[in-house]
T-cell receptor, first 114, second 114 residues
């Protein structure tokens, strides 16, 4: 079946530091890949997505590249801000399943300190 | 467009009671999904609707759980005879037919069973 593995958290960074959150996946078909962000007390917000190999998703300074050869979709940001403090979820959607249901990783909590 | 809304945002109940949650998707989104998120974990798929038809149910959805989407608009999720293990965040998401794989989430309903 499908699965997503994220790096363990929590991650604590100083403001303006470089961020990488690792994500690898296992899928039977050809998934689309997503990063969602969850701020305290809120639901999930779509951060970025990529639908095929070598695609790069980007939004709000965050980037992730779909690497089929390494089955990875690592999230990066060059300079984090305090407002980026949240929980980040990597997810995949397998169109072959018909339902497009999302399979999520366990999440990585990021804290950015001034 | 006001986004996906869920009601109530919080629910505290005693073991053995029935609870019902409501989700209003983004207008004209034909697919509606329910997920459950426990503390420290990523969301897990429960079920989904395409218009008013419930097309798939996860093995996580025991017989005590029932979901409806009677007119293809809002949806309800009912849990009968609640158990302490049902305590979780229940998330609703919707998607539009032209981009089925991109799901937009509501703020969630946090259930605590005492």
């Amino acid at each position: 079946g499908n699965s997503v593995t994220q790096m363990e958290g929590p991650v604590t960074l100083s403001e303006e530091a470089f961020l990488t959150i690792n994500c690898t996946y296992t899928a039977t078909g050809y998934p689309s890949l997503f990063w969602y962000v969850q701020y305290p007390g809120e639901g999930l917000q779509l951060l970025l997505k990529a639908t095929k190999a070598d695609d790069k998703g980007s939004n709000k300074g965050f980037e992730a590249t779909y690497r089929k050869e390494t089955t990875s979709f690592h999230l990066e940001k060059g300079s984090v801000q305090v407002s980026d403090s949240a929980v980040y979820f990597c997810a995949l959607s397998d169109s072959g399943a018909g339902s497009y249901q999302l399979t999520f990783g366990k999440g990585t909590k990021l804290s950015v300190i001034p | 467009d006001t986004g996906v809304s869920q009601d109530p945002r919080h629910k505290i109940t005693k073991r053995g009671q029935n609870v019902t949650f409501r989700c209003d998707p983004i207008s004209e989104h034909n697919r509606l999904y329910w997920y459950r998120q426990t503390l420290g974990q990523g969301p897990e798929f429960l079920t989904y609707f395409q218009n008013e038809a419930q097309l798939e149910k996860s093995r996580l959805l025991s017989d005590r759980f029932s979901a409806e989407r009677p007119k293809g608009s809002f949806s309800t999720l009912e849990i009968q005879r609640t158990e302490q293990g049902d305590s979780a965040m229940y998330l609703c998401a919707s998607s539009f037919w032209t981009d089925q794989e991109t799901q937009y989430f509501g703020p969630g309903t946090r259930l605590l069973v005492l």
